[in-house]
């Protein structure tokens, strides 16, 4: 699965860029709060109106300080996906259930310097575990090669039945990257630059799905 990153489009013309990426099979939202991260870009009500104006599932990255207060919003205004950060949750299993109850399905995220293992337990209760590829905050930067160890563990675990969930990487994917990210087993690949930089980002979306197949 390609799921693009609305951080490298025009916010000037959102709802032209989501309709460069139809086909695309999540689109991914970036939400930060300039506290949890040192950007800020678009909340709740932009992403209202963005569902207003596509059919694409939309996967809602939530990089703000206390999501245990936040997250069930995006849930309810009808995004298909919630993540919340590891580092910021206060209570992951309470806000993982809340945005099930709500409607979407519950992500969990952890920053390329978070370790797997104290999260294991907790991810029972999520639908997918998004593994940060680069510190979040910006797109364009350097896949951080690393942290593959992280998802090829969580994919052990699925395959081996212990865990029922997607496994999601976001950041520095690209033609490059993408491949040695599908051989860890990563079920999702957000795409910023690599979709938004191009001249057709609807082509990119189309070369990464089979670039992640071969
Ligand atoms: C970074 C964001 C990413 C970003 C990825 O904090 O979470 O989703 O858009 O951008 P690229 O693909 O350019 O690294
Ligand atoms: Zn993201």
Redesign the pocket.
Known sequence: MIAP?I??ADFARLADELAAIQGADWV?V?V?DAHF?PNLTLGLPIVESLLKVTDIPMDC?L?IEDPDRWAVGYAEAGAHNVTVHAEAAGDPVKIARDIRAAGAKAGLSIKPGTPLEPYVEVLKEFDTLLV?S?E??????SFIADVLSKARAVRDLVDTGHLDLLVEI?????ADTIEQAAEAGVDCF?????VYGADDPGRAVRALREQAAS
């Open positions: 990153s951080l490298s991914h970036d930060m991260v990255h990089m940060m680069v979040p905050g910006f797109g364009g930067q976001d950041g520095g994917i690209n957000v795409a910023g630059s690599a």
